[in-house]
């Protein structure tokens, strides 16, 4: 026997969740990193780097072709739900193995090409000036709810 539920309940659900978000949610930054070329600079002690994948190093600034390439971090300031105790977790199926000090964010949809471009967090930035906690994605963003596509959530381990 086939039944159809009501357009409200979903409209319901959304609601309340969207509220969760806005009103329980905390003001969390993305990190993102823009390489901006400097000016030629080839008498300076920096080592070439020749490798395929320069911007795979650990340091902001390297040389290539005589030139300087610098990391330039741009922030970027969304609401989500942060979930500091894995009791707390959304249950998400089977074994999860995270590592410790790790966090779970509950975000919007439309911010989710902000969230897969994001190179680290800084989670609740109002406890900024006590502790700032950095955190990089621990795998990738998965959706939660009715339909899979208005929330998601991601874990974040700290860095």
């Not at 780097?49 to 969304?78: A, F, G, L, M, W």
Request: proline share 4%.
């Amino acid at each position: 026997m086939a039944f159809s539920i009501p357009q409200k309940i979903f409209d319901k659900y959304n609601e309340i969740i969207d509220a969760t978000i806005n009103d329980l949610g905390v003001d969390c930054q993305l990190i993102y990193v823009e390489k901006v070329e400097e000016l030629d600079n080839p008498d300076d002690n920096r080592p070439e780097n020749r490798s395929i994948n320069p911007h795979r190093r650990k340091k902001d600034q390297y040389n290539r072709d005589n030139k300087t390439y610098k990391e330039v971090e741009k922030t970027e300031t969304i609401k989500m739900k942060v979930y500091w105790d894995r009791k707390a977790w959304l249950k998400v199926g089977g074994v999860l193995v995270v590592p410790d000090n790790s966090i779970q964010t509950v975000f919007f949809g439309s911010d989710l090409g902000k969230v897969m471009r994001a190179k680290q967090l800084i989670a609740h930035t109002e406890i900024d000036d006590d502790i700032e906690m950095k955190f990089k994605k621990f795998g990738e963003p998965f959706p939660i709810g009715f339909h899979k596509e208005r929330y998601w959530v991601c874990f974040w381990e700290r860095t």
